[in-house]
């Protein structure tokens, strides 16, 4: 599975970005997405995961509430991200991996995107 983010950016803080990324290759079967993200000098962190058939997320507690993560089919995954703050500047990463449901630990996660740069100024 090969996967490719876009729509990363410069933003004002309090502004919306929206990102996506698109699977390609082997993608019959089932699969979660999610999206990670890595601040300088940092450990790359859980930002949110959607199952198989969209029908289930999970947040982390820091952008719960300002962001959304989405798939419109099954090879498509979108993280709507509003209200953002200069925390939140990091390279978002998006990840698959071969269960229905996603998680929180990157290690879980057999697939990853090449990143998309998002920065917010204050």
């Known amino acids: 599975v090969q996967l490719q983010a876009s729509g990363g950016g410069l933003v004002q803080a309090g502004g919306s970005l929206r990102l996506s990324c698109a699977a390609s290759?082997?993608?019959?079967?089932?699969?979660?997405l999610g999206w990670f993200r890595q601040a300088p000098g940092k450990e790359r962190e859980f930002v949110a995961t959607i199952s198989w058939t969209g029908g289930t997320a999970y947040y982390a507690d820091v952008v719960k509430g300002r962001f959304t993560i989405s798939r419109d089919n099954a090879n498509t995954v979108y993280l709507q991200m509003n209200s953002l703050k200069p925390e939140d500047t990091a390279v978002y990463y998006c990840a698959a991996r071969w269960r229905y449901d996603g998680d929180y630990d990157p290690l879980k996660y057999e697939y990853w995107g090449q990143g998309t740069l998002v920065t917010v100024s204050s």
């Open positions: 290759g082997r993608t019959s079967g089932n699969y979660a």
